[in-house]
């Protein structure tokens, strides 16, 4: 005889995420107290981790809320652990998101939940799964620029301001990206239950390239241009200046001092 209770372990959290976590608990220490000689090598450990365990809370969203939409299937699949791996695939989920931040400080979208959406009725439901990820990612960013639109700066060390910022620039990406109405994102799952079946079955072939194409336009530099300005934007109105975003990613890069980069003078204001 079979149940519909999940175990205890299906809802277990991690150790992997809880070691993620201690991870951004002790750098953002180390940067917040200067404790560290290499306090560029602390702000990448801190937003590093920060940045992976936002991309488990952005997934463990998506599952908790079709949990309470009615697919029982998803604890099942290990969702609910917060375990990073458990998100469709490694190179995807963590990999991708991590190498981008590195290589051009922008939030990638990454990962994905499997859900049985048959085991869902309405249509309001099918959205809110959809869009419970990247408020997750909204969520985080009024989070880390809650000290610069509070106006509660004082105290709080520069290079530990940098990194806030630049995290908020992340999370505020990946927010922007996944709500684009684009085949594969979560913006069109969120359109998706609203449309007819024939345009849906016209669609669903470019689902999987979606993300790349958004990607492939992000490199033409007038539309980057356009993206960053919105981002920008977007900041400022938190508080958030566009020297201490780009401060943030300077310190986050910390190799480039190995290399002899030019001084940007973010060191000067840290």
């Known amino acids: 005889m079979t149940t519909a209770f999940r175990r205890p372990s299906d809802r277990r959290v991690s150790p992997i995420f809880v070691g993620i976590f ?3 608990a002790v750098s953002g220490w180390a940067v917040w107290t200067d404790f560290a000689e290499q306090t ?3 702000v990448f450990l801190f937003v590093t981790a920060a940045w992976i365990v936002s991309l488990c809370l952005h997934e463990y969203a998506h599952a908790r809320t079709a ?3 009615g697919d029982i299937s998803i604890g099942a699949k290990g969702y609910l652990t917060l375990n990073p791996l458990k998100y469709t695939h490694a190179l995807l989920s963590i990999v991708l998101p991590v190498l981008f931040v590195i ?3 922008i939030g990638l979208p990454g990962g994905a939940v499997y859900i049985e959406r048959g085991r869902i009725s309405g249509r309001w439901k099918h959205s809110l ?3 419970a990820g990247p408020l997750t990612n909204v969520l985080f960013a009024v989070v880390c620029t809650a000290p610069f639109w509070l106006g509660a700066l004082d105290g709080v060390p520069m290079p530990f301001r940098f990194a806030l910022a630049f995290l ?3 999370q505020v990406t990946a927010a922007i990206l996944n709500f684009l109405p684009v085949p594969g994102l979560d913006g069109y799952g969120v359109i998706e239950p609203w ?3 024939k345009v849906r079955r016209q669609v669903e072939p470019f689902a999987p390239f979606g993300l790349i194409a958004v990607f492939a336009l992000l490199w033409i530099p007038e539309l980057n241009g356009v993206f960053f300005d919105a981002v920008d934007a977007l900041l400022r109105g938190l508080g958030v200046s566009e020297v201490e975003t780009y401060c943030g990613l300077d310190t ?4 480039q001092e190995w290399f002899g980069d030019q001084d940007t003078g973010c060191a000067m204001i840290r």
Do not use: D, E, Q, T
């Open 103 to 105: 290589m051009g400080g």
């Open 129 to 131: 799964i959809s869009a």
């Open 40 to 42: 560029g090598f602390a």
């Open 252 to 255: 986050y890069r910390f190799w």
């Open 67 to 69: 949990l309470h939409s």
């Open 22 to 24: 201690a991870v951004m």
């Open 168 to 170: 908020a620039l992340l």
């Open 195 to 197: 449309l007819s079946y």
